[in-house]
């Protein structure tokens, strides 16, 4: 297959690099401030994609978008579900809400049943690519379920880091897939400086949030999707739930390349929503800084419960490029709307996904957001993934 790929770019410094030159973060500028944006030949992409071709592409995944993926042997590519999920439109909730044009993105239908699985499947293709002997992780759980289940399918061995604290749905994932899971007696953050200690001693392939630059085009596929399922008329507001950052700047990444390959005419505004017991890039935003300061975090919402965001620097870019803004929720908003969406809309989802659309019920009392703005919330988990989080809030 035809390499679309031109460079590897350091976010601070805009020091370029070969892909064969670098492996995951600026030497200069650190694993915080370091992180790298893949960069295409969007000549050559567009020779090989456009939007009449997609029209005929019979892909019903992400990988219908290869050309603007970095895939470089394509035999690689796993065959589990991923990708080109519904855009919902309930009637229900949009009378109620008086949204005519509001949609949810609702990716719990992927293979294992959370957004991860976009980067997993991305990840899994450049381990083997590359060589690696394994592959490791750190998470909260959905980022370890979805890399397990990919090595599974290709036969690499897996290692997880997650927090004992781990949901048992998620912890019984990993478990079925195989995976060799360290518990790891702390947060989540303590999990991912545990994984950047072994996975270079041992060979494995770092599948780490910000750290490894891939993550985020396999993230930003579904707002491909949103634009291709929109007929290329994008929202004007996207709201996504953000613990380490790596999806609202997948996100902002998909937009910019449609936007540069001229799919699309504008951009969209990105609304990052965090849980207010985990909070540091809202905190961060408010007080115009382009990083964070670390804190002790407490939510709910298990899959966002991140005190030191890995991908701070692009989360916090991709929010102001596109004119955006980060809202916080609390537990208690979360819940409401954790009850709310499935019971007038069908869509069952966990904490993280429904702080989305918590930020969404918040900002349209703030009257942020009108009656008529086109609006994408992006749900980002199934409800099957923590059922306790659900059970104990008892419906309010």
Same mark, same amino acid.
């Not at 380490?244 to 001229?262: A, N, Q």
């Not at 803004?325 to 429904?354: T, Y």
């Given at each position: 297959?035809?390499?679309?790929? *031109?460079?590897?770019?350091?976010?601070?410094?805009?020091?370029?690099?070969?892909?064969?030159?670098?492996?995951?973060?600026?030497?200069?500028?650190?694993?915080?401030?370091?992180?790298?944006?893949?960069?295409?030949?969007?000549?050559?992409?567009? !020779?090989?994609?456009?939007?009449?071709?997609?029209?005929?592409?019979?892909?019903?995944?992400?990988? !219908?978008?290869? %050309?603007?993926?970095? #895939?470089?042997?394509?035999?690689?590519?796993?065959?589990? !579900? #991923?990708?080109?999920?519904?855009?919902? @439109?309930?009637?229900?909730?949009?009378?109620?809400?008086?949204?005519?044009?509001?949609? $949810?993105?609702?990716?719990?239908?992927?293979?294992?049943?959370?957004?991860?699985?976009?980067?997993?499947?991305?990840?899994?293709?450049?381990?083997?690519?590359?060589?690696?002997?394994?592959?490791?992780?750190?998470?909260?759980?959905?980022?370890?379920?979805?890399?397990?289940?990919?090595?599974? *399918?290709?036969?690499? %061995?897996?290692?997880? $880091?997650?927090?004992?604290?781990?949901?048992?749905?998620?912890?019984?994932?990993?478990?079925?897939?195989?995976?060799?899971?360290?518990?790891?007696?702390?947060?989540?953050?303590?999990?991912?400086?545990?994984?950047?200690?072994?996975?270079?001693?041992?060979?494995?392939?770092? !599948?780490?949030?910000?750290?490894?630059?891939?993550?985020?085009?396999?993230?930003? *596929?579904?707002?491909?999707?949103?634009?291709? @399922?929109?007929?290329?008329?994008?929202? =004007?507001?996207?709201?996504?739930? +953000?613990?380490?950052?790596?999806?609202? *700047?997948?996100?902002?990444?998909?937009?910019?390349?449609?936007?540069?390959?001229?799919?699309?005419?504008?951009?969209?505004?990105?609304?990052?929503?965090?849980?207010?017991?985990?909070?540091?890039?809202?905190?961060?935003?408010?007080?115009?800084?382009?990083?964070?300061? %670390?804190?002790? +975090?407490?939510?709910?919402?298990?899959?966002?419960?991140?005190?030191?965001?890995?991908?701070?620097?692009?989360?916090?870019?991709?929010?102001?490029?596109?004119?955006?803004?980060?809202?916080?929720?609390?537990?208690?908003?979360?819940?409401?709307?954790?009850?709310?969406?499935?019971?007038?809309?069908?869509?069952?989802?966990? %904490?993280?996904?429904?702080?989305?659309?918590?930020?969404?019920?918040?900002?349209?009392?703030?009257?942020?957001?009108?009656?008529?703005?086109?609006?994408?919330?992006?749900?980002?988990?199934?409800?099957? =993934?923590?059922?306790?989080?659900?059970?104990?809030?008892?419906?309010?």
């Amino acid at each position: 297959m035809q390499n679309t790929i *031109s460079h590897l770019q350091c976010v601070t410094c805009k020091r370029q690099f070969a892909e064969d030159e670098i492996e995951y973060t600026c030497p200069d500028c650190g694993p915080v401030r370091g992180t790298l944006d893949v960069v295409y030949d969007f000549k050559q992409v567009k !020779r090989l994609l456009s939007r009449e071709k997609l029209k005929s592409c019979t892909e019903a995944s992400h990988w !219908r978008y290869l %050309p603007l993926l970095p #895939v470089h042997n394509p035999d690689f590519i796993q065959p589990l !579900r #991923v990708g080109w999920s519904p855009l919902y @439109q309930p009637h229900r909730l949009l009378q109620e809400l008086q949204m005519p044009r509001l949609y $949810f993105k609702d990716d719990s239908g992927n293979v294992t049943h959370s957004y991860k699985d976009r980067a997993s499947s991305v990840a899994i293709v450049k381990a083997l690519e590359k060589g690696y002997s394994g592959i490791a992780a750190a998470s909260s759980g959905n980022a370890a379920a979805s890399i397990s289940a990919f090595a599974a *399918s290709a036969g690499l %061995p897996c290692h997880i $880091f997650v927090p004992k604290a781990i949901p048992q749905a998620k912890l019984a994932q990993l478990r079925a897939y195989g995976a060799d899971v360290i518990l790891v007696d702390g947060p989540y953050d303590e999990a991912f400086d545990l994984c950047m200690l072994e996975a270079p001693k041992n060979n494995w392939y770092n !599948r780490n949030t910000a750290i490894n630059p891939y993550l985020a085009e396999g993230k930003k *596929s579904s707002a491909l999707e949103i634009c291709e @399922q929109l007929n290329w008329n994008p929202p =004007k507001t996207v709201l996504v739930p +953000v613990g380490d950052g790596c999806i609202i *700047s997948g996100v902002w990444k998909g937009f910019k390349d449609l936007y540069e390959l001229g799919f699309i005419d504008f951009l969209p505004h990105l609304v990052g929503v965090q849980a207010e017991g985990s909070s540091p890039l809202v905190k961060a935003f408010q007080q115009g800084r382009d990083d964070v300061i %670390p804190e002790q +975090v407490s939510t709910i919402a298990d899959s966002i419960s991140v005190g030191f965001p890995r991908d701070q620097i692009k989360a916090l870019r991709a929010v102001h490029q596109s004119g955006g803004m980060f809202v916080s929720v609390s537990d208690q908003e979360i819940v409401s709307a954790l009850h709310k969406l499935p019971a007038n809309s069908g869509i069952f989802v966990e %904490p993280a996904a429904a702080t989305a659309f918590a930020g969404l019920l918040k900002l349209r009392e703030q009257e942020k957001i009108s009656d008529d703005d086109r609006v994408v919330v992006l749900l980002t988990g199934s409800g099957l =993934k923590d059922i306790s989080a659900f059970l104990e809030s008892n419906g309010h």
